[in-house]
């Protein structure tokens, strides 16, 4: 079945499945999902009494940003050395202790690029690089050659496939031959490594969340145990969803069965390497710590082959976001996204998690009015209790963190559309241009405001904003046919009065008002002159060395607003009565 208006989409027509409640309406598709198997027909998963749903994250793992690796050979245009040593330097400055520095033996020029870092000493004393390499004796020898001569500690990463699909359709093995091909290569490292006084090693089984768990542990532990792997000297075991196909609870099952399961578990680093095929990478990530690795492979924003790698950033902040030191500086997120735009040539989206440039943005009314709120809740619970704003818990609703923890200021935090409602506009206002909008004003105001962006469908700037408000409360604000010549206190003590002069539709009106003040006084005047209005509510306040008022009033059966700058918040208020006074009646 087609749609006029879709004609190349085929809406969904087979039946409703038989067993499905009344309200199901859902409908077989024509999509051929029969094609493919369910993880649990491919692959045993081992663990039957999980640990990890009750755990929790306590403290960070060792994060290793794949960028100048894996996300390097995952862009359209690599990285020249320049943007790679941009990206290095970036990785550093922001507290990465272990970074994948590159593939030596795919290309000259990461060949070249991690040898410019061991040539020039560019790495810190304390920062690891990490080379990758596949189970081949002549790529073995070359990686090795890379990182010659480096004072720092340095792992070499050595990875061959080991899922079915990949031992007979890419290698052409058995799983006994895939065995062998991987001890070969572990005993290779061991033979060309042998003189780097401070190399540590790492294996990965390709593929892993696809991979028979006995097998893979059994390859595992013959590796760590050729390696001789101890707690001074750990190995690290990276375990990888290299292609995502499973629910993140059936990635933790397999991290938890080899966590719980290795031999030398004192020994090894566990780590995990998720990709994001179904979305998901960063629960795979998350769960796969609560299961219990340490360590985290990914990228900054979360480039990479295909949908990506995990995001390491997100995950980090997510850290902190449940009180949880990520141990990495994001205090500067906009440098950090500048700099990974610039190296790999590729945008961040705008609604990226943390990073995007609407991340902290409400349009919607509601939520900008939740906003508005925490933010003034916010601010008296600092002053209640003395304490700077900077310090005190954050419990802003639809923020899940405050925005200056990551560099970003508060003017973004509430934008302006069709969608919106009183509250943002109020926010705007008053945190651009210092106006404290009364309730019932609010909303007069936002009825104005969404009959403009109903007409023009887009967005509206604080600047058009006030705009918008002085036109229709503020501009002409003594009208031309209702002037005040004259305002001043006379009479003696104890039987003073206010005299006003008045000019109203080109006829002078003079007057004294006894006993009044010079509002009120005004007002009478007014009603004498014909143009009578009636004071509803007068609220003011001090702006921008000057003041506002906010009159709400009636006059001729029509309710209204005027507002009026002047010296005072009495002086603005006078001015608000005359505008009204010349407003329809």
Same mark, same amino acid.
């Given at each position: 079945?087609?749609?006029?208006?879709?004609?190349?989409?085929?809406?969904?027509?087979?039946?409703?499945?038989?067993?499905?409640?009344?309200?199901?309406?859902?409908?077989?598709?024509?999509?051929?999902?029969?094609?493919?198997?369910?993880?649990?027909?491919?692959?045993?998963?081992?663990?039957?009494?999980?640990?990890?749903?009750? #755990?929790?994250?306590?403290?960070?793992?060792?994060?290793?940003?794949?960028?100048?690796?894996?996300?390097?050979?995952?862009?359209?245009?690599?990285?020249?050395?320049?943007?790679?040593?941009?990206?290095?330097?970036? &990785?550093?400055?922001?507290?990465?202790?272990?970074?994948?520095?590159?593939?030596?033996?795919?290309?000259?020029?990461?060949?070249?690029?991690?040898?410019?870092?061991?040539?020039?000493?560019?790495?810190?004393?304390?920062?690891?690089?990490?080379?990758?390499?596949?189970?081949?004796?002549?790529?073995?020898?070359?990686?090795?050659?890379?990182?010659?001569?480096?004072?720092?500690?340095?792992?070499?990463?050595?990875?061959?496939? @080991?899922?079915?699909?990949?031992?007979?359709?890419? &290698?052409?093995?058995?799983?006994?031959?895939?065995?062998?091909?991987?001890?070969?290569?572990?005993?290779?490292?061991?033979?060309?490594?042998?003189?780097?006084?401070?190399?540590?090693?790492?294996?990965?089984?390709?593929?892993?969340?696809?991979?028979?768990?006995?097998?893979?542990?059994?390859?595992?532990?013959?590796?760590?145990?050729?390696?001789?792997?101890?707690?001074?000297?750990?190995?690290?075991?990276?375990?990888?969803?290299?292609?995502?196909?499973?629910?993140? /609870?059936?990635?933790?099952?397999?991290?938890?069965?080899?966590?719980?399961?290795? #031999?030398?578990?004192?020994?090894?680093?566990?780590?995990?390497?998720?990709? /994001?095929?179904?979305?998901?990478?960063?629960?795979?990530?998350?769960?796969?710590?609560?299961?219990?690795?340490?360590?985290?492979?990914?990228?900054?924003?979360?480039?990479?082959?295909? @949908? $990506?790698?995990?995001?390491?950033?997100?995950?980090?902040?997510?850290?902190? #976001?449940?009180?949880?030191?990520?141990?990495?500086?994001?205090?500067?997120?906009?440098?950090?996204?500048?700099?990974?735009?610039?190296?790999?040539?590729?945008?961040?989206?705008?609604?990226?998690?943390?990073?995007?440039?609407?991340?902290?943005?409400?349009?919607?009314?509601?939520?900008?009015?939740?906003?508005?709120?925490?933010?003034?809740?916010?601010?008296?619970?600092?002053?209640?209790?003395?304490?700077?704003?900077?310090?005190?818990?954050?419990?802003?609703?639809?923020?899940?963190?405050?925005?200056?923890?990551?560099?970003? @200021?508060?003017?973004?935090?509430?934008?302006?559309?069709?969608?919106?409602?009183?509250?943002?506009?109020?926010? &705007?206002?008053?945190?651009?241009?210092? &106006?404290?909008?009364?309730?019932?004003?609010?909303?007069?105001?936002?009825?104005?405001?969404?009959?403009? @962006?109903?007409?023009?469908?887009?967005?509206?700037?604080?600047?058009?904003?006030?705009?918008?408000?002085?036109?229709?409360?503020?501009?002409?604000?003594?009208?031309?046919?209702?002037?005040?010549?004259?305002?001043?206190?006379?009479?003696?003590?104890?039987?003073?009065?206010?005299?006003?002069?008045?000019?109203?539709? $080109?006829?002078?009106?003079?007057?004294?008002?006894?006993?009044?003040?010079?509002?009120?006084?005004?007002?009478?005047?007014?009603?004498?002159?014909?143009?009578?209005?009636?004071?509803?509510?007068?609220?003011?306040?001090?702006?921008?060395?000057?003041?506002?008022?906010?009159?709400?009033?009636?006059?001729? $059966?029509?309710?209204?607003?005027?507002?009026?700058?002047?010296?005072?918040?009495?002086?603005?208020?006078?001015?608000?009565?005359?505008?009204?006074?010349?407003?329809?009646?």
């Amino acid at each position: 079945m087609t749609t006029q208006t879709h004609p190349t989409i085929d809406t969904p027509a087979g039946a409703v499945p038989g067993d499905a409640p009344e309200w199901y309406r859902q409908r077989h598709s024509q999509l051929p999902s029969y094609r493919y198997r369910d993880i649990y027909d491919r692959v045993d998963v081992p663990v039957t009494e999980r640990r990890w749903p009750q #755990a929790r994250i306590e403290r960070a793992p060792l994060w290793v940003p794949v960028d100048l690796r894996d996300g390097n050979q995952a862009l359209a245009e690599p990285m020249d050395p320049e943007r790679k040593m941009r990206f290095f330097t970036m &990785l550093v400055a922001m507290g990465y202790k272990e970074i994948e520095v590159g593939y030596p033996s795919a290309s000259k020029a990461d060949f070249d690029f991690v040898r410019m870092l061991a040539d020039t000493g560019a790495v810190p004393p304390d920062v690891t690089p990490v080379v990758f390499t596949p189970a081949r004796r002549d790529l073995i020898a070359r990686t090795v050659d890379s990182v010659r001569g480096m004072d720092n500690e340095v792992v070499i990463h050595l990875y061959t496939a @080991t899922a079915p699909m990949w031992r007979d359709t890419v &290698l052409g093995k058995d799983a006994r031959a895939v065995r062998e091909l991987i001890l070969a290569g572990a005993r290779d490292v061991l033979e060309f490594a042998a003189d780097l006084p401070r190399a540590r090693f790492q294996f990965s089984p390709e593929v892993f969340n696809q991979t028979e768990p006995g097998y893979v542990l059994e390859i595992c532990d013959s590796v760590t145990d050729l390696w001789q792997a101890t707690p001074q000297r750990p190995v690290t075991l990276n375990l990888p969803a290299t292609v995502e196909i499973a629910t993140p /609870n059936v990635y933790a099952d397999q991290i938890e069965y080899m966590h719980r399961s290795l #031999a030398r578990r004192d020994s090894v680093i566990l780590s995990v390497h998720p990709h /994001n095929d179904r979305g998901t990478g960063v629960a795979c990530a998350e769960l796969a710590v609560l299961a219990g690795a340490q360590r985290v492979e990914g990228c900054v924003f979360g480039n990479g082959e295909r @949908t $990506g790698n995990v995001d390491i950033a997100t995950l980090a902040l997510n850290l902190h #976001a449940q009180g949880v030191d990520p141990m990495i500086d994001f205090s500067d997120i906009d440098e950090i996204r500048r700099t990974v735009e610039y190296c790999t040539r590729l945008p961040v989206h705008p609604r990226h998690p943390y990073a995007g440039d609407l991340v902290h943005t409400a349009f919607s009314g509601t939520h900008q009015d939740a906003i508005k709120k925490g933010f003034a809740e916010h601010r008296a619970r600092a002053a209640a209790t003395g304490r700077p704003e900077r310090e005190i818990e954050w419990r802003v609703p639809y923020l899940p963190i405050d925005p200056a923890d990551i560099g970003r @200021t508060y003017d973004a935090v509430v934008r302006v559309n069709s969608q919106s409602g009183k509250g943002g506009i109020a926010y &705007l206002l008053a945190t651009e241009h210092g &106006l404290d909008l009364p309730r019932r004003l609010q909303i007069d105001f936002a009825g104005r405001v969404q009959g403009h @962006t109903d007409g023009t469908g887009g967005e509206v700037s604080a600047a058009e904003l006030r705009a918008l408000f002085d036109e229709a409360y503020i501009d002409a604000a003594e009208p031309p046919d209702v002037q005040l010549k004259d305002l001043r206190v006379v009479g003696a003590d104890g039987a003073q009065a206010v005299a006003v002069g008045l000019v109203v539709g $080109g006829h002078a009106h003079d007057s004294e008002h006894a006993g009044a003040d010079r509002l009120a006084a005004v007002v009478a005047a007014l009603a004498a002159a014909g143009r009578e209005v009636e004071v509803l509510s007068l609220t003011g306040h001090p702006v921008a060395g000057h003041a506002i008022a906010y009159l709400e009033y009636r006059r001729g $059966g029509r309710t209204g607003w005027s507002c009026a700058h002047g010296d005072s918040v009495g002086s603005a208020g006078v001015a608000a009565v005359l505008r009204a006074a010349g407003s329809p009646a």
